[in-house]
């Protein structure tokens, strides 16, 4: 079966909701004042100050699926950090409040 290669800022170009979701996620990230709801983003790094995890609990993006939630902070992470710091990423999780609730209450049992 043939490998068939894109990359994520091809396969989403033309979606406008995921375009509008990296654009507001890269502006937090910056620190630029964004309409609220705004992302709570969470970097976890290593001994050497690198980023390894990312997770984003955000509600704005109820409606996406987890996928695309992972995609869209993968490529703000790379708009942000840059191309070197995304080789160290290791997870990237898209949370509404909701979700990252329920996380938490299963981790404390």
């Known amino acids: 079966m ?3 290669k894109r990359s994520i800022q091809e396969k989403r170009a033309d979606d406008a909701r995921y375009r509008e979701l990296r654009d507001r996620l890269v502006a937090e990230w910056r620190g630029e004042a964004g309409a ?15 980023v390894m995890h990312v997770v984003v609990t955000w509600d ?6 987890a996928q695309t939630r992972s995609e869209i902070i993968v490529d703000a992470f790379q708009a942000v950090k840059g191309q070197e710091a ?5 997870l990237a999780m ?13 981790a404390g049992r």
């Open 36 to 50: 609220p709801p705004a992302p709570d983003i969470d970097e976890e790094t290593d001994t050497r100050d690198r």
């Open 94 to 106: 898209g949370l509404t409040s909701g979700e990252a609730g329920r996380l938490r209450s299963a």
């Open 86 to 90: 995304i080789a160290n990423l290791t």
């Open 60 to 65: 704005a993006w109820a409606d996406v699926d």
């Open 2 to 4: 043939p490998v068939h």
